[in-house]
């Protein structure tokens, strides 16, 4: 899977004549918020390429080395790619085609076939600049699709052309959707030419300035398709719908109603009633749950919104999210979306991204210099209507006591990483409401107060976690003051699952029920390694501090210290691994999924509206097939996704999204229209 980052980036292209051959050096320049971050530098001579790729952003980044020979067409035919992927593990990748057979090999898997010509190949650790190989291919395509290796196909589609830069540096260039690499499309910018101009985080070098007019288009284009996702999946009815033959989840007693009916009108539950095998009334619409579930929307805790993820969580039963930091432009025209019916996707609560400046920060939302440049964020945050206030790696340990005394006198609450150099107690003591991810609670008891967690040791280090004796008084003096001060712990111990277990050409348990169903790319991605393991002393390191983890999550729930799942991930899949997750610690399906519904929406102040299936509250639920309370994997046969009256079927959207849909939806019974008669 090409390695992206959500920021724009760049290059030029400068010309010369060497040994005969012509010579071309593309330089890109990588950005995020406004800041260079790493570069992309390839160097053509004839059909050779050479590639150096490196980025740094928020302590880590992906490094690439690529060889690459074209044929005359344009196509691969050998091709390797050394370096580093996103957490610092070893890539060695390499593709060939010669003598009719292709043949390659990679983190996720190898393999080889009969191939009378060059086959196109997906790198799984390639640059952005391949972007611009493939599309080139599939412009010279019958119908702009190809079949490629491993397998799957990619299409493509023109979208927009435009002018980049002013007078004499004006250029022309085209946008390009590629589709079937990702859960979401690429979207590749060639000059008329046919170079490339800027794709999968890069830009042309000298065209930064252009960074703005470019993010602009890109949000256009990706709102278009999400508006017209929204016009294609919504289903809204006139009149109550009935939905019979179900049994109501109540995450109050965390048990199942007997045979049920419930009835929503507009945006709000009408009714909940036994089920009485009545008929429907004519002018209602009727939904059979076929003896399935119904339950009140999961919710997603930490996650970062993309109009990508909003379709994915819907498909995943997810009705509310809160966002843990992300662009504020962004996310606030993706709330005004919503709000006014043009996109699909689940409630979000908004938390505004609060960092400090060193080498390593993150760029996304505010990075603040000063502690009068973080007081004067966190005022732009409440004047936004931003909820909570998140505090990232590289703030200021200091800061944090009267950054969360302002954000408390302007009516928002604080939620954020230990601060490097901090410690979980010294930020509980300063105000914080909940801490983001697991790890960074226990680090605190893992790592030496020096060492820098601003870089991926926040990660890695948790294989130290093995040893962690969870009845010492350093832990329980911990979780002692969480109860005391009411402070909360935002999981995401399913992106640790996928972090320390990951090993190359596996697939992970979280992954296997759904994997096979998405583009090839992707699947790939997940059979790669994020750790290095050198010796099967590290595997088992990884594999004691994860089951330590587990650990983690059950004492915490025991000790009556919130949980508040999430999964740091845009996919949906990863919610309902959170909840297996949880379950596999020892908590029961019944209060994990108390946890996801009703006990999130407490800990929003939002109970009286959301969290149950009861009258007069809106009409966020989702319809399951099976009994979750019993088997929790059964989450992933959501049938239906209903917010505030409008429904969804994850059928349909994963098949916009080029997904194999896993169940179908529920048969419908469209009202009947009343005659002028009974309007009499």
């Given at each position: ?8 980036l ?6 010369s004549?060497?040994s ?18 790493g570069h ?5 001579t ?17 490094k690439?080395?690529e060889?690459?020979d ?9 091709w ?10 070893p ?10 057979k ?15 010509k ?5 790198g ?6 391949m ?26 589609k ?7 830069g002013?007078?004499?540096a004006?250029?022309p ?5 590629l ?5 979401n499309?690429?979207?590749v ?11 999968g ?7 930064e300035s ?41 995450p ?9 009916q419930?009835?929503?009108f ?20 009727t ?7 119904l ?5 997603d805790?930490?996650?970062h ?15 509310a ?20 019916g ?7 609560v ?5 960092e ?9 939302g ?18 936004h ?7 990232y ?10 950054v ?6 302007l009516?928002?609450?604080v939620?954020g990483?230990?601060?490097?150099f901090?410690?979980?107690?010294r ?40 040893d962690l004796d ?10 002692r ?14 992106i ?13 348990a979280?992954?296997?029920p ?30 004691k ?25 845009g ?10 997750v ?29 969290g149950t ?23 992933r ?20 999204l080029?997904?194999?849909p ?6 419908v ?12």
């Open positions: 899977m090409p390695l992206k980052f959500a920021a724009v760049g290059a030029v292209l400068a010309v004549v060497s005969g051959a012509l010579a071309a050096t593309q330089k890109f320049v990588a950005m995020a918020g406004g800041e260079k971050v992309l530098t390839a160097e053509v004839g059909r050779h390429v050479a590639v150096d790729y490196a980025v740094v952003n928020n302590g880590r980044g992906p690439a080395r060889q690459i074209l044929d005359a067409a344009g196509m691969p035919v050998k390797t790619i050394e370096g580093e992927s996103l957490f610092g593990s890539v060695n990748e390499h593709f060939t085609w010669g003598a009719g292709a043949e390659w090999a990679s983190q996720a898997d190898k393999g080889e076939v009969s191939a009378a060059p086959v196109l190949y997906i799984n650790d390639v640059s952005p600049w972007l611009g190989v493939y599309v080139k291919a599939l412009l010279k395509a019958p119908g702009q699709t190809l079949p490629v290796l491993p397998s799957g196909q990619l299409k493509l023109e979208v927009r052309k435009l002018t980049v002013e007078g004499k004006a250029i260039v085209t946008v390009y959707e589709s079937g690499i990702d859960l499309p690429d979207y910018l060639l000059d008329a030419r046919g170079d490339l101009f800027q794709a985080g890069v830009i042309r070098e000298g065209y252009q960074l703005p007019m470019l993010q602009r288009v890109s949000r256009e284009i990706a709102q278009s398709r999400a508006e017209d996702a929204r016009r294609q999946l919504a289903h809204s009815f006139k009149g109550p719908v009935r939905i019979r033959n179900v049994r109501v989840f109540d109050v007693t965390m048990k199942l109603s007997g045979p049920s419930v009835i929503v507009g945006d709000r539950i009408a009714g909940v009633q036994p089920e009485d095998g009545q008929p429907t009334p004519k002018d209602e619409t939904i059979d749950g076929q003896g399935g579930t339950l009140p929307g999961l919710h805790m930490h996650s919104t993309s109009l990508g993820s909003n379709l994915f969580n819907l498909a995943a039963g997810v009705t999210t809160r966002d843990q930091g992300n662009d504020n432009t962004q996310l606030l025209g993706i709330i005004e979306g919503l709000n006014a043009r996109l699909a996707g689940p409630r979000i908004r938390n505004g991204f609060l400090g400046r060193s080498p390593y920060s993150a760029r996304n505010f990075i603040a210099d000063s502690l009068e440049d973080a007081l004067r964020d966190v005022r732009w945050y409440a004047d209507g931003y909820w909570q206030v998140k505090i790696n590289s703030f200021n340990p200091d800061w944090v006591a009267p969360a005394a302002e954000a408390r006198r009516g928002m609450g939620t990483h230990v601060p490097a901090s410690s979980p107690d930020v509980i003591r300063d105000g914080y409401n909940d801490i983001a991810h697991i790890n960074q609670l226990m680090l605190g008891w893992i790592l030496d107060p020096k060492e820098d967690t601003r870089t991926p040791l926040r990660l890695t280090g948790m294989a130290r976690g093995k969870l009845t010492s008084e350093r832990v329980q003096a911990t979780v003051l969480m109860k005391e001060r009411g402070t909360a712990l935002d999981t995401t111990a399913m640790l699952e996928r972090l320390m277990l990951s090993r190359s050409g596996q697939v992970q979280g992954d296997a759904y994997l096979d169903h998405a583009p090839i790319a992707y699947q790939r991605y997940r059979k790669r390694s994020f750790v290095t393991i050198k010796t099967p002393q590290d595997d088992a390191d990884y594999q501090g994860f089951a330590k983890v587990l650990e983690v999550l059950k004492m915490l729930d025991d000790n009556g210290v919130q949980l508040l799942p999430g999964t740091d991930d996919t949906g899949f990863s919610n309902l691994r959170e909840m297996e949880y379950v596999a610690a020892g908590i029961p399906p019944g209060r994990a999924l108390y946890l996801s519904t009703l006990g999130a929406e407490r800990y929003f102040k939002r109970d009286h509206e959301l299936i009861e009258r007069g509250k809106l009409a966020d639920f989702i319809l399951v097939d099976g009994d979750p309370t019993a088997n929790i994997s059964a989450l046969n959501t049938r239906m996704t209903m917010v505030g009256g409008v429904a969804y079927y994850p059928a349909e959207i994963y098949s916009f080029a997904v194999k896993f169940s179908p939806p529920p048969p019974t469209a009202a009947v229209p009343a005659s002028p008669a009974a309007d009499r």
